[in-house]
């Protein structure tokens, strides 16, 4: 069956703009969990969502929000973009709700460049 | 809350040397234990786990780690690598028993295979 998928996979902004990214889980999985990775920060929870309700939270300003939808795809939004926020965005899909017993499938990840 | 340490960011081995990567948590309760590899321009994949039951736990392409509960420690070892196992390698937490519990990743461990 197909994979996590993401789009756009590179994305290039300046200062002050807003973006979106696209996430599609695996046929049948619920849950949608959205991270940044940096090479200062690592691997950064951003948040959790499973059928269309927020379930876990990361610790990231108001700026980054994000929703599911009834299919189960998500999308993340980021306004008014930092130069900080340049980084590799990655969902994964699984299952169910946070039980670890399932397995976390992880897209490719959009690159987010912000100049 | 619950903390990873990767002790070493960069590991160079030549090929069909042995490697050990290792990881360190934090916890004041029981976890569970992840082991993921990021091949190069590609997401995340799950290695292997530990949830609970034997703390030897094995991947299908010959890594392995040890569950030590008394030195806090989930290191990942192979006795002989390939070039293919060039990639970047997280360990992550997470609180056994918690429905919702997101990953926590320690910030990565570089296997440079050498010819």
């Known amino acids: 069956k197909a994979g996590v998928t993401q789009t756009p996979r590179y994305l290039i902004k300046t200062r002050g703009q807003q973006v979106t990214l696209s996430c599609s889980p695996i046929s049948g999985h619920r849950s949608v969990s959205w991270y940044q990775q940096t090479p200062g920060q690592g691997l950064q929870f951003l948040f959790e969502?499973?059928?269309?309700?927020?379930?876990n939270k990361g610790n990231f300003p108001g700026r980054f929000s994000g929703r599911q939808f009834s299919n189960s795809r998500s999308e993340m939004n980021v306004s008014t973009l930092e130069l900080g926020d340049s980084a590799l965005y990655l969902c994964?899909?699984?299952?169910?709700?946070?039980?670890?017993?399932?397995?976390?499938?992880f897209g490719p990840g959009t690159r987010l460049t912000v100049l | 809350a619950q903390s990873v340490t990767q002790l070493d960011s960069q590991v160079p081995v030549f090929e069909e040397a042995p490697v050990e990567l290792r990881c360190n948590y934090s916890s004041s309760v029981s976890v569970y234990l992840f082991w993921y590899v990021q091949y190069p321009n590609q997401g995340l994949q799950l290695l292997l786990k530990y949830l609970s039951g034997s703390t030897l736990v094995e991947s299908i392409n010959g890594f392995e780690a040890e569950f030590n509960k008394s030195q806090t420690s989930f290191h990942l070892r192979k006795p002989s690598v390939h070039i293919s196992d060039t990639a970047e390698y997280f360990c992550?937490?997470?609180?056994?028993?918690?429905?919702?519990?997101?990953?926590?990743f320690g910030t990565g461990t570089r296997l440079t295979i050498i010819p």
């Open positions: 994964a899909s699984s299952y169910s709700h946070g039980a670890h017993t399932d397995t976390q499938y």
């Open positions: 992550a937490v997470a609180r056994a028993n918690f429905g919702n519990e997101k990953l926590t």
């Open positions: 969502y499973f059928s269309e309700t927020q379930r």
